[in-house]
């Protein structure tokens, strides 16, 4: 399954530098593919020291890592929920995206102006979150319109669509984001249609000048506050350092361009790292003389859904999977020293996939 995040910010916070950054990226490897599928997505791939791991044991003619789509939304201004700008196309694309990264301003450059005249993280989040609501609410409250009627009739299924939305309408007016609201999994399946944006997870990019990066500042610590009952992330990066990095090839520059600034990783790892946390993902692999490839599913999927990720075939003709762990690929060498020293595990259908297993699915269709 792939993984598709929105970049949102307003005007000069670091949006387009930091989307930049990534769709110049260079992979570690030529075994670790990039493209730019059209200007405003880029595809990355996911870095997972895994995969090189297993590489050097097994020498796959390739080795495929799984990736992430970055989608740049442009467009946002006040009254985008209206249409101002490039507002209605801004709004239609984040509903495409599993999760949302909103780059927040939290540095000071007098050769960059602000669109508001002044630096001030809370009230950009503020804005943004202020369009999504009151398109939400529109989306809402026309289904409402629509569903009154009919419970009044007496539909039962009605009847409990409109109380759900009847709390969404009053939660939006409040000035709140749905995803704050506590919504059991019946009431998430009655609004899934409307594909609302406000319930969407969000990842918080505090975009810092170089000398905050380690411990951030004080509008990242202003940031903090806002969100402190959200249960959002926050990534500190700083998108300039980001397009510097990525003008850097080669692997060891990049690792000691990152030790100068005493950082272990780069921003883009870090977002990648917090999105697949935010949305629950974990990563199995398949290693053969083939290929080795990461795939990405959802934490606490069993065998029979992790194998249908490879092929719709895989799943229907589920027999086992037979499992090993890294740790002792890595001791015995090879899949069949795994398996002569006992170190194979032979799953069947209730198997929850953990992070990192590697797999081979046995089926029949």
């Given at each position: 399954?792939?993984?598709?995040c929105?970049?949102?910010?307003?005007?000069?916070v670091?949006?387009?530098?930091?989307?930049?950054?990534?769709?110049?990226?260079?992979?570690?490897s030529?075994n670790?593919p990039?493209?730019?599928?059209?200007?405003?997505?880029?595809?990355?791939?996911?870095?997972?020291?895994?995969?090189?791991?297993?590489?050097?044991?097994?020498?796959?003619?390739?080795?495929?890592?799984?990736?992430?789509?970055?989608?740049?939304?442009?467009?946002?201004?006040?009254?985008a929920?209206?249409?101002?700008?490039?507002?209605?196309?801004?709004?239609?694309?984040i509903?495409?995206?599993?999760?949302?990264?909103?780059?927040?301003?939290?540095?000071?450059?007098?050769?960059i102006?602000?669109?508001?005249?002044?630096?001030?993280?809370?009230?950009?989040?503020?804005?943004?979150?202020?369009?999504?609501?009151?398109?939400?609410?529109?989306?809402?409250?026309?289904?409402?319109?629509?569903?009154?009627?009919?419970?009044?009739?007496?539909?039962k299924?009605?009847?409990?669509?409109?109380?759900?939305?009847?709390?969404?309408?009053?939660?939006?007016?409040s000035?709140?984001?749905?995803?704050?609201?506590?919504l059991?999994?019946?009431?998430?399946?009655?609004?899934?249609?409307?594909?609302?944006?406000?319930?969407?997870?969000?990842?918080?990019?505090?975009?810092?000048?170089?000398?905050?990066?380690i411990?951030?500042?004080?509008?990242?610590?202003?940031?903090?506050?806002?969100?402190s009952?959200?249960?959002a992330?926050?990534?500190?990066?700083?998108?300039?350092?980001?397009?510097?990095?990525s003008?850097l090839?080669?692997?060891?520059?990049?690792?000691?361009?990152?030790?100068?600034?005493?950082?272990?990783?780069?921003?883009?790892?870090?977002?990648?790292?917090?999105?697949?946390?935010?949305?629950?993902?974990?990563?199995?692999?398949?290693?053969g003389?083939?290929?080795?490839?990461?795939?990405?599913?959802?934490?606490?999927?069993?065998?029979p859904?992790?194998?249908?990720?490879i092929?719709t075939?895989?799943?229907?003709?589920?027999?086992?999977?037979?499992?090993?762990?890294?740790?002792?690929?890595?001791?015995?060498?090879?899949?069949?020293a795994?398996?002569?020293?006992?170190?194979?595990?032979?799953?069947?259908?209730?198997?929850?996939?953990?992070?990192?297993?590697i797999?081979h699915f046995?089926?029949?269709?």
């Amino acid at each position: 399954m792939g993984l598709k995040c929105g970049i949102v910010g307003l005007p000069n916070v670091g949006k387009s530098t930091l989307f930049n950054a990534i769709s110049s990226g260079k992979a570690e490897s030529a075994n670790f593919p990039f493209c730019t599928i059209e200007p405003n997505v880029g595809v990355i791939t996911v870095p997972d020291a895994r995969l090189t791991i297993l590489e050097g044991l097994v020498h796959p003619d390739k080795v495929v890592p799984t990736f992430i789509e970055f989608v740049d939304i442009a467009g946002l201004v006040k009254g985008a929920s209206k249409g101002e700008g490039l507002g209605n196309k801004f709004l239609a694309n984040i509903r495409e995206v599993d999760a949302i990264v909103h780059v927040i301003r939290c540095f000071e450059d007098d050769n960059i102006v602000h669109v508001d005249g002044r630096v001030d993280p809370v009230a950009d989040k503020q804005v943004i979150d202020l369009e999504l609501q009151l398109r939400d609410l529109e989306s809402v409250q026309k289904r409402l319109q629509r569903l009154e009627k009919i419970a009044k009739s007496g539909d039962k299924e009605a009847k409990k669509e409109v109380a759900v939305l009847d709390r969404l309408q009053k939660h939006l007016e409040s000035g709140l984001n749905v995803r704050s609201l506590d919504l059991i999994a019946e009431e998430l399946i009655y609004i899934e249609a409307l594909q609302l944006l406000t319930l969407k997870p969000v990842i918080y990019a505090a975009n810092v000048d170089e000398d905050s990066l380690i411990n951030g500042n004080d509008y990242v610590a202003e940031l903090r506050d806002e969100i402190s009952d959200e249960g959002a992330q926050i990534v500190i990066i700083s998108a300039a350092l980001e397009e510097q990095i990525s003008e850097l090839e080669d692997k060891s520059e990049r690792t000691m361009f990152l030790e100068e600034y005493g950082l272990k990783e780069s921003g883009l790892d870090k977002l990648i790292r917090a999105s697949y946390d935010l949305l629950g993902l974990i990563t199995y692999f398949t290693a053969g003389k083939q290929e080795v490839r990461a795939w990405t599913i959802k934490n606490g999927w069993k065998a029979p859904q992790a194998a249908g990720t490879i092929h719709t075939d895989f799943e229907k003709g589920f027999i086992r999977a037979e499992v090993i762990k890294l740790d002792d690929y890595q001791k015995y060498g090879s899949e069949l020293a795994c398996k002569e020293a006992g170190k194979m595990g032979v799953e069947g259908k209730d198997y929850l996939v953990k992070d990192g297993d590697i797999m081979h699915f046995r089926f029949n269709v």
